[in-house]
């Protein structure tokens, strides 16, 4: 059984950090690009960053530049979000997820542009990140 796990959400001040983690199981994604998405109540579910599981390369949406970095630990097989300055328009639950059909190495320029969501084929139960101003 395929499983996307995640942790480390919880409540934390604006300008505070968290690091979120995915740690999978059930089968290699090795080809996959590994993602994050974000869901504020009543907002659709949108991404925020994705690494490609065999090289780390990596994208992100253009909110979470230079505040938020995606990383990736093959040896446990878990995905991180490590995110500082956090903002309350941070404030979502937080969702992992496997496309594991993207099967290249890089990503092309302005990927997550268009929202990918519908090509993730794998995904997390997710956790909620608060952040309070």
């Known amino acids: 059984q395929v499983q996307l796990v995640e942790s480390g959400g919880g409540l934390v001040q604006a300008g505070g950090s968290l690091r979120l983690s995915c740690t999978t199981s059930?089968?290699?994604?090795?080809?996959?690009?590994m993602g994050w998405f974000r869901q504020a109540p009543g907002k659709e579910r949108e991404f925020v960053a994705a690494i490609t599981w065999n090289i780390g390369h990596t994208a992100y949406t253009n909110s979470v530049k230079g505040r938020f970095t995606i990383s990736i630990d093959n040896v446990k097989n878990t995905v991180y979000l490590q995110m500082n300055s956090l903002q309350p328009e941070d404030t979502a639950v937080y969702f992992c997820a496997a496309d594991s059909h993207y099967g290249y190495n890089w990503f092309p320029a302005g990927y997550g542009r268009t929202n990918p969501r519908n090509d993730y084929d794998y995904w997390g139960q997710g956790t909620q990140v608060t952040v309070s101003s």
């Open positions: 059930g089968r290699t994604f090795s080809n996959s690009a």
